[in-house]
């Protein structure tokens, strides 16, 4: 099974994302890790491109195809990157689950934003600005969406872990 959390920078996927692998001791494969050692490596220092997608859905589909669960964490915004992941797991035969994470909260959001600290080794955190102007694609297809301006951590969690139970349960 592979698991693609996605949602704009701040909304708190990636929290939820390590610890929902924690909990399924799955493989977590953060995007933006990726992207940062690719700029670290000065190969290609600015635009990146889809560069970062495409090493995570290497690393995804080498994992699945193991037999192991993988979780990504990504911003993935538009139709591209959502069905390179969709492609990955089809190739590998693994059910695919969307959780795009949002802030309905925009003062929230923005609180978020402006005093949270890189937690990658040179990562530059976006400014609140830099985030509304990003292409964000909205959704056409099946996700779960978890608003963490009404849910806690553990509550998202817990809605996670259920509709991965109904999902399981209607693959099989």
């Known amino acids: 099974m592979l698991i693609v959390f996605t949602g704009l920078p701040g909304c708190g996927k990636t929290t939820i994302a390590q610890?929902?692998?924690?909990?399924?001791?799955?493989?977590y494969i953060r995007v933006d890790?990726?992207?940062?050692?690719?700029?670290?490596?000065?190969?290609?220092?600015?635009?990146?491109?889809?560069?970062g997608y495409e090493v995570a859905s290497y690393l995804a589909?080498?994992?699945l195809n193991l037999g192991t669960m993988v979780i990504?964490?990504?911003?993935?915004?538009?139709?591209?990157?959502?069905e390179m992941f969709y492609q990955t797991g089809k190739e590998t035969?693994?059910?695919?689950?969307?959780?795009?994470?949002v802030c309905s909260d925009p003062v929230e959001h923005r609180r978020r934003i402006e005093f949270r600290l890189a937690d990658i080794p040179g990562h530059k955190v976006p400014e609140w600005d830099a985030i509304w102007e990003m292409e964000y694609t909205p959704w056409s297809s099946p996700r779960l969406i978890?608003?963490?301006?009404?849910?806690?951590?553990?509550?998202?969690?817990s809605k996670i872990s259920d509709y991965l139970r109904l999902k399981s349960r209607s693959i099989t």
Request: with cysteine; glycine share 2%; hydrophobic share 40%.
């Open 19 to 27: 610890l929902l692998s924690k909990k399924l001791s799955a493989v």
């Open 33 to 51: 890790e990726i992207e940062q050692a690719i700029k670290y490596s000065n190969v290609l220092r600015d635009d990146i491109g889809s560069v």
């Open 61 to 63: 589909r080498s994992n």
């Open 72 to 82: 990504v964490d990504c911003v993935n915004p538009v139709f591209e990157s959502r």
């Open 93 to 101: 035969n693994s059910s695919v689950i969307d959780v795009e994470v």
């Open 146 to 157: 978890i608003d963490t301006a009404i849910c806690s951590s553990d509550d998202a969690l």
